[in-house]
């Protein structure tokens, strides 16, 4: 088992940052592929970004490429999601997950609870 807990969410205005964090328990962590999701309200959660488990590899949706930057540190068992540049329309709940191997799709087998993200325009 792996427990996450995701933390950084907030109000912000359009074009500000925010960083979310992720942190992890149990099963090491250094060995699972990360990703971070969203979901807004009704509407199905969406693959945001995703890291494998040795940092090297990226992988970002293309709303968000360029704005968004997802990083790990395997020492501290965490994992980030630098946004940057936000947009009214990147308002959700975002979600952390971890998964054996890395996918840019929501099939991963452990989520954190989430962390709201609300950006005014």
């Known amino acids: 088992q792996v427990q996450l807990v995701e933390s950084g969410g907030g109000l912000v205005q359009a074009g500000g940052s925010l960083r979310l964090s992720c942190a992890a328990s149990?099963?090491?962590?250094?060995?699972?592929?990360m990703g971070w999701f969203r979901q807004a309200p009704g509407k199905e959660r969406e693959f945001v970004a995703a890291i494998d488990w040795t940092g090297s590899s990226t992988y970002y949706h293309d709303s968000v490429k360029g704005r968004f930057t997802i990083s790990r540190d395997n020492a501290k068992n965490t994992v980030s999601l630098q946004m940057n540049s936000l947009k009214p329309e990147d308002t959700a709940v975002y979600y952390c997950?971890?998964?054996?191997?890395?996918?840019?799709?929501?099939?991963?087998?452990?989520w954190g609870q989430g962390t709201q993200v609300t950006v005014s325009s």
């Open positions: 149990g099963r090491t962590f250094g060995h699972f592929a």
């Open positions: 997950a971890a998964n054996q191997v890395v996918l840019v799709s929501t099939q991963y087998d452990y």
